[in-house]
């Protein structure tokens, strides 16, 4: 059975961080491209961050340029989020996605499989 599982969010002030997790379990996670998604109330779902199966390339999305970081631990089935000077428009759910094979997808419509999903919520 082939589960994500995040894990890291919560409720953060304007300006701070939070790092949000992912866990991949039931499949090869070395073998996927790994995604971060996020859907506020009433918007689309919008591609985050991306990265490379093996970690050696990272993709972001124009919002969050600069201030946020994915990175993968392939060893440990995980993928990572790393979120600083968080602003109000950030919240969100943010799901992580897993998608197999070796291009970055920017649609999620490219994944294969995705998490519950974890809330974020940054007070002004």
């Known amino acids: 059975q082939v589960q994500l599982v995040e894990s890291g969010g919560g409720l953060v002030q304007t300006g701070g961080s939070l790092r949000l997790s992912c866990v991949l379990s039931?499949?090869?996670?070395?073998?996927?491209?790994m995604g971060w998604f996020r859907q506020a109330p009433g918007k689309e779902r919008e591609f985050v961050a991306g990265?490379?199966?093996?970690?050696?390339?990272?993709y972001y999305g124009d919002s969050v340029k600069g201030r946020f970081t994915i990175s993968r631990d392939n060893a440990k089935n995980t993928v990572y989020l790393q979120m600083n000077s968080l602003k109000p428009e950030d919240t969100a759910v943010y799901y992580c996605?897993?998608?197999?094979?070796?291009?970055?997808?920017?649609?999620?419509?490219?994944?294969?499989?995705w998490g519950q999903g974890t809330q974020v919520t940054v007070s002004s």
């Open positions: 990265i490379h199966r093996t970690g050696s390339s990272t």
């Open positions: 039931g499949r090869t996670f070395s073998l996927y491209a």
């Open positions: 996605a897993a998608d197999y094979g070796i291009i970055v997808h920017m649609s999620g419509y490219e994944y294969d499989y």
